[in-house]
């Protein structure tokens, strides 16, 4: 019959620093199923690492180790992760149970990492009837004696039906009536027929088992049976039994398992509450910040478009003359002009502009009383006021009527009032412009300067009277335009454009009118806002950095601490990605708590701003998604380094680590 185990001539030495150890010098083992195996020896003499070795949580440096026939210490680390979750249970000297979780939750842990489907709950909870403690099920570990947990550990390794235990002086941190319960579990499993090989350095002990190996200096010095020898053994060698399970592929994600990681990433977040709030505090400043700076910035911008828009952004102005050249065209005549008709036709693409209006100027001499003021003359239709915000706020506009009888009114500028009326009231007076008698019958609202212009040296009468009465032009200086919306400008530029070569019969090339419009305002205020949204990203990047990098510290502080857990959890059959997951959930669990938080306070802060200081906000979705993906990015590239730390643990050195 098959051996269950098989060393041959096994070597393993540690290496500290410049010294080594030969803890195993050739020891050869046959060891077959059903057997109860007591390893003993003085302390030193190697037993723990000929267990580590066959519970393949460690590999021999030379020599051979086959399990079932198969050789298993060539197998990848993840292939003997899942030898171990399938055929062995372990029971430690310091019982190893995960002291944040309940008695059950512990030893269905397992489980986990098996690769099926289920809770497993009712598995633990027979196997913790089986070792008498199943009304201490929801019990955390520190809530039982040595003892009981001991027992807990028992009903962890046996879980998954593994058909070998290991035991590494399962007894030694216990009282003798306890180490009597425990012996006396693991006697009735051999009975079952489990192979058991324990490691135990007392006689009373040893003597439960069957068979006891003495070890020396890293040898095997005595074999012996006892008790009629391997007479369990036979009945349970025919059990067959498969190193792999059988579709142990499936990933955590597939598994259910990932549920159960978010569950115990979340309790280890909230087991520090502390910690973990203070070690996300960067990020959540971070993203609240630029929550609310955006907010402010998005608030400021659309303040600032409404008041483009009523200054007139989607206005177009049409003229004649070169648009290479500023202002007149100069050369043979080269010069559009415009006349009402053009007005009206442009007016007539309804689609695309609103408003359109005529424009003439010229030179007013405007005289009242003794005073006498050069200045502006402006002939404008009657949607100019509108258009060009020019409706007066002191006074009126003209109305249709006055427009068509050629009325002699007039609405002038600041300057002009300031001037010839000093801080009197002009509204109502008469005045001589250009040596006609015009009523006043507004002041137009203050505009300030455009470049060196004084926009509110003006006087703006009706176009048609300044056509026909006060210039005695016949046709119009320009066209203004106003535009449906700021998207469709270009639009509205090509077809004006087209309009008008059509009417005027020119070609393509021809130079002899421009449409100008207010993109050089809106470049500005975009520009402005580029350079703001750069500022806020800096600042963004800086924060999630800086709370990035806290993130990665407690991280690396957990994986020192958790160091154990981490072997516990690889010695029950955890593979690299499994840890490797474990750990980035837990990074990501928490600079997300920290970006859903931060997000919270952004907005709450941008909405006490916009009540208390009257500032304009706009919180976007677009910046909320944002920085809770930049959250979550943080924590996965933070949380990298330390999760292939804790990946790359060896489960021995993890599992003796202080
Ligand atoms: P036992 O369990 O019989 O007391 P061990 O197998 O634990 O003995 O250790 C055998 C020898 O190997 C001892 O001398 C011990 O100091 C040494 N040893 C065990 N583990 C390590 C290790 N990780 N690094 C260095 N030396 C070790
Ligand atoms: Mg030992």
Known sequence: MRPLIELQDVHRTYRIGESTVHALRGVSLTVRQGEFIAIMGASGSGKSSMLQILGLLDNPDSGEYRIAGQSVNTLSDDEQAGVRNNVAGFVFQQFHLLRRMSVVDNVRLPHIYGGLKGDFRREAEARLALVGLEHRMHHTPNQLSG??????????ALVRDPIMIFADEPTGNLDTKNSAEIMNILKGLHEEGKTIIMVTHETDIAAYAERVITMRDGVIVSDEKRKGGDRKGTAAAEAPFALHAGEKKGSLWKSGGFGG???????????????????VLGILVGVASVIAMMALGEGARLAMQEQLRSMGSNLLSVRGGSAKIRGAAQGAGAVARFTMRDVE??????????????????NGQVVYENNNWSTNLEGAGYEYGLMRSAVPTVGRWFTREELQTRAKVAIIGVTVARELFGSANPVGRTVKINRINFKIIGIAPAKGFSGPRDEDDVVIV????????????????????????????????????????KRHRLQEDDDTFNIRDMTEIQQMLSSTTETMSMLLGSIAAISLLVGGIGIMNIMLVSVTERTREIGLRKAIGARKSDIMLQFLVEAVGMTLSGGIIGVATGVGVSLLLSFFAGWAVKTSLYSIILATLFSVMTGLFFGLWPARKAAELKPVEALRYE
């Open 261 to 279: 990681f978010m569950a115990q990433a979340f309790q280890s977040i909230l087991a520090n509450k502390i910690r973990s709030l203070l070690s």
């Open 462 to 501: 009706p176009l048609t009277t300044a056509m026909y009465r006060v210039i005695g032009k016949e046709y119009l200086s320009g066209i203004f335009v106003e535009v449906s919306s700021p998207e469709r400008i270009e639009q509205a530029k090509t077809a004006i454009d087209g309009l008008i070569r």
């Open 147 to 156: 003892g009981e947990q001991q027992r807990v550990a028992i009903a962890r």
């Open 345 to 362: 036709a442009i007016a007539a693409l309804r689609s695309l502009v609103k408003n359109a209006t005529g424009v003439v100027s010229g």
